[in-house]
Every structure is written in C-alpha cells, then in structure tokens.
C-alpha cells in the first residue's frame, strides 16, 4: 500500500550542538509546541543514477526535485520494517510517497547488493539507481498546540558514503549541527509564518542528503 503526502517543509540549520535551546523556543512560541513522540534513531540509504542526476539537482537549484530512500528506524545495521520514500519538492512544498519493502526487512546495511536489486524490482524506474550514502540521527518530535503543525530536531548526524565498498568505513559526522523543520499543509504557510516571528531564526534551504553528499568525508575509527 502507498501512501502520498503534500506539505510545506521548512528547515533552519544550526551551526550547534544545543538541541535544548530550540527545545525551548518551540515550548516558548506563539504555537505553544508539545512533544508527540519520543525520541528514535532515524536512518536512511538514499540511492541516485550513476550521474548522481539527484545531487545535481539540488546542487544547480532545480525547482522541481526528486530524491528516493529508504528508511527505518532504531539500529542502524539492521534494516527493520523499511519503507521506500519518494519525494518530490518545488520550493518549499513537498509530496512523497511512501511504500513499505518487506523484502529487505531484518537485512543488514551494508547488504547492498541486495538492497539495490529489491529497490530497483520494487519501484521499476526508467534508469538503475544505486545506493549513494546514508544518514543517521537523533530525532525529537513536537506538535503545535492546535495539532496541525509539525516540529521536529534533528542531532548527532552521521553520513557513511557508499560510493565504493572497499571504503565504507567513511564516516562524515556532524556533531555541531542540529536542524529544526517545520511540516504543515500548504493552506496554512500565511498563518505558520506569522506565529513564528517570535522565533528569530534564519531560514536555510538545507538538505541532509546533499549536505553530506558535498562535504569531504572523516576517517571513523
């Protein structure tokens, strides 16, 4: 079964560790934020073609752009209950589309062979993609007092790139970093903006994939 969302996403990234302040000024806001869930470990192998069509995408600014990975939750070197996302951006509104992979459910993570081959039979693409890099974090779970918005953060990101199998061991860690996103649906971004003047932050166009993708990576031992 595939489920399809539409919605705005927007992203401030910060050059710090401090996830509780920005804890505090969602609690402090005019939105009056709560905690929805409790925290988990999100992970990700996102996958791209062989020009790394994807990358450039976001790299070059291209309004309307696609990215697709696979996600799950918890230990990130076993892959428990994935599921596929597609999603599509232009601007700040986001669609995507999610789909469960039973397939690839208790597979370790660097089976990637495997992986690759179920993604490409599952989703049956024009061009073969493959497995690029993957992420993992931290994340917190908020929602706003009137429950229609979505707030989470986002700490202790690390990136493995996958772009050779003799080297991944390549570890990209970003332990300065926490990023605070915004999700809601596009009829509310006039009401969402207003009620976030008291939280003085600077909007920064961020994506983790292509954050890590870009930056040089760190021998992890």
């Known amino acids: 079964m595939t489920s399809k969302i539409k ?14 302040s ?34 450039r995408q976001n790299l070059d600014g ?30 700040f509104e986001t669609k995507k589309e999610s789909s469960k992979i039973k397939e690839l459910n208790n597979i370790k993570l660097f089976n990637l062979a495997l992986i690759k081959e179920k993604l490409n039979m599952k989703i049956k693409l024009k061009k073969i993609i493959h497995p690029v890099l993957t992420t ?19 700490y202790s990101l690390q990136s493995i790139f996958l772009n050779n199998l003799s080297q991944i061991d390549i570890v990209k860690n970003f332990n300065n970093t926490c990023i605070l ?25 961020n994506s983790k994939f292509v954050n890590s993708a870009i930056e040089k990576p760190k021998f992890f031992s």
């Open 7 to 20: 919605r705005f996403e927007r992203k401030w990234l910060f050059k710090s560790n401090n996830s509780l």
């Open 22 to 55: 920005l804890v505090n000024a969602l609690i402090r806001s005019n939105l009056f934020f709560r905690t929805q869930f409790p925290p988990r470990k999100v992970n990700s192998i996102y996958f791209d073609t062989n020009d790394y069509t994807s990358i």
């Open 62 to 91: 291209v309004s309307n752009k696609k990215k697709i990975r696979i996600r799950w939750y918890g230990d990130k070197n076993i892959i428990i209950d994935p599921v596929i996302e597609i999603k599509s951006k232009k601007g």
């Open 136 to 154: 993992h974090y931290k994340r917190e779970y908020f929602i706003s007092l009137n429950g229609k918005i979505r707030a989470t953060i986002d």
């Open 181 to 205: 996103e915004f999700k809601y649906s596009t009829g509310l971004d006039k009401y969402v903006r207003k009620n976030l003047k008291d939280i003085t932050l600077r909007l920064s166009k």
